[in-house]
């Protein structure tokens, strides 16, 4: 615990507080897909000029600090692109 954990656990009512507290002490869980930091999930992309809807899998990775797509499913589902400067 620290200072900033009891101000906020006293800004709680003693019930939430309280289990505020039970929660601190269960395990934690992470779920991890099976390429490492790395989870896949369904979505749909809709693009801007023609509202045309794709179902994709988006990859969610922590560690990557930009915005990509394949090429080839760009090309295969013909979606526009612009280059961005």
């Known amino acids: ?5 009891i101000r906020k656990l006293s800004t709680l009512s003693p019930e939430q507080a309280l ?5 601190l002490q ?3 869980l992470f779920v991890r897909g099976t ?6 999930l369904k979505a749909m992309l809709i693009t801007l000029d023609t509202k ?3 179902s994709v899998d988006a990859l969610l990775d ?3 600090e930009g ?3 394949d090429v080839k499913y760009v ?3 013909s979606i526009p692109t612009i280059c961005l400067p």
Do not use: F, T, V
């Open 75 to 77: 090309q295969e589902h």
């Open 1 to 5: 615990m620290n200072d900033q954990l």
């Open 26 to 28: 269960k395990p934690r």
């Open 62 to 64: 922590s560690r990557y």
């Open 52 to 54: 045309k809807p794709h």
């Open 19 to 23: 289990e505020a507290i039970w929660d």
């Open 35 to 40: 390429c490492g930091c790395k989870l896949s």
């Open 67 to 69: 915005s990509c797509i």
